[in-house]
């Protein structure tokens, strides 16, 4: 097997099970709760199948949701984010990232942040948006979209760092 392909399914269980048994038991000031699956859709390779990855993307959101009994907000809101990733790629590091040599190595820290947070970004606003379903909350839904944003950007950086390769 493909050491690639072990790695990410090894990330996949993990991050499945990281989420399910710690994050979803805490509940921050009565509504922060890090969604740090999320990073998987960060951690992805870039020049991976597209259809094997919006795939895997819906059945990490789709397990999340089984698990959180959440009628399927995250596994929706999952494929969305992995869809925009290309849109969000490019927004970020420019069309450099659609030739064969691209690397997260050659990005900076700054880039890779930024592209991280937008993809956190688009994941929290559509499962907030659908979690609550009403613009009469607008103000509910973008609380919770900010606070949950930044401790699951946060937590993300903070696993990116201690657990991807010293070449990134």
């Avoid at 048994?21 to 890090?34: A, D």
């Avoid at 969604?35 to 795939?55: A, C, S």
């Amino acid at each position: 097997m493909n050491s690639v392909v072990f790695l990410n399914i090894l990330r996949f269980i993990l991050l499945v099970l990281t989420q399910v048994l710690i994050f979803n038991t805490l509940n921050f000031m009565g509504f922060i709760n890090p969604m740090v699956y999320v990073i998987f859709l960060y951690w992805y390779p870039i020049k991976g199948n597209r259809g094997v990855f919006m795939l895997t993307a819906f059945l990490l959101g789709l397990i999340i949701d089984l698990f959180s009994d959440t009628l399927a907000l995250h596994a929706l809101a999952t494929l969305t984010a992995a869809y925009a990733r290309p849109l969000i790629m490019r927004f970020c590091f420019g069309v450099n990232y659609e030739f064969q040599n691209f690397s997260f190595k050659n990005t900076t820290k700054v880039q890779r942040l930024t592209f991280l947070a937008l993809l956190v970004l688009v994941h929290q606003m559509v499962f907030f948006f659908l979690e609550i379903l009403s613009f009469s909350h607008l103000l509910l839904i973008l609380k919770k979209i900010f606070a949950t944003s930044l401790v699951t950007i946060f937590l993300c950086s903070l696993f990116s760092s201690l657990f991807s390769p010293k070449s990134e």
